[in-house]
Nanobody, 125 residues
Framework: VQLQASGGGLVQPGGSLRLSCAISGLALEKNNIGWFRQAPGKQRERVSCTSSDDGSAYYADSVKGRFTISRDNHRNAVYLEMNSLKPEDTAVYYC???????????????????WGQGTVVTVSS
């Protein structure tokens, strides 16, 4: 199983980025997906999660209205569209998968089975 996150980079405040997570070895439709991030010197925090049936999604209050999680089961990929980026969004972003078929997303990082290597997002002028 591999999760390959990409799409990070340096962007100015107010800018946008689209993170991708290419997944192999898993049937995406049978997995809950989450995006997490860890800023320098801080604990990892959840950003957004979606259920395996793609029917429900969670967003942290800090990103609500700016970020959108989506998935493409045909391509076995998950995305995180990030708009109106702020310096406090600077972090390493990780995608994760949990082997479960559910209408509910998974919030706890400890329940995820697989993790990508992370992609760095830097928001700075």
């Amino acid at each position: 199983v591999q999760l390959q996150a990409s799409g990070g980079g340096l962007v100015q405040p107010g800018g946008s980025l689209r993170l991708s997570c290419a997944i192999s070895g898993l049937a995406l439709e049978k997995n809950n997906i989450g995006w997490f991030r860890q800023a320098p010197g801080k604990q990892r925090e959840r950003v957004s999660c979606t259920s395996s049936d793609d029917g429900s999604a969670y967003y942290a209050d800090s990103v609500k209205g700016r970020f959108t999680i989506s998935r493409d089961n045909h391509r076995n990929a998950v995305y995180l569209e990030m708009n109106s980026l702020k310096p406090e969004d600077t972090a390493v972003y990780y995608c994760a998968a949990r082997r479960v078929t559910s209408i509910y997303y998974t919030l706890s990082s400890r329940e995820y089975d697989y993790w990508g290597q992370g992609t760095v997002v830097t928001v700075s002028s």
